[in-house]
Every structure is written in C-alpha cells, then in structure tokens.
C-alpha cells in the first residue's frame, strides 16, 4: 500500500456574524477547487473594529487536502 502526501495551507475567512460562520466560509471556499479536503484546523481568532464596534470576525485556517499528482 502506497503512502499518501498532504498539502497544508493557512486560510482567512471572514464573517459579520461569527468566527464560526466565518471558518466555515474558509472551508467551503476552498472546497469550490481544491478536492479531497482533510482537516481544518482554526489556529487564530481575531475581530476588525471600526469606531470602536466589532465589524467583522476572522477566522485563520489551517487546511489540509490530498495531493493528487
């Protein structure tokens, strides 16, 4: 049986809503190309303030997929 290789890549999703909306926007947009998606890992949480308000939530991803020759 042949090993398998694994191509790791750091993403940043965004949301208005929540860090959990915005990983999930990570993940789904990687999805629309790459293909065998592995595992998400969110490594950081961060916000954007504006005038002093939250405005938006960051969500920094750590994706692993199947590299396919």
């Keep these: 049986m042949a090993g398998?290789?694994?191509?790791?890549?750091?993403?940043?999703?965004?949301?208005e809503k929540s860090w959990e909306d915005a990983a999930r926007r990570a993940v789904e947009t990687a999805g629309e190309t790459l293909r065998e998606l592995r595992v998400a890992e969110v490594r950081k949480l961060d916000v954007v303030i504006t005038n002093g308000k939250v405005t938006a939530y960051r969500a920094r991803v750590t994706l692993s997929f199947k590299y396919i020759r």
């Design 4 to 15: 398998k290789t694994y191509k790791i890549i750091d993403l940043v999703g965004t949301s």
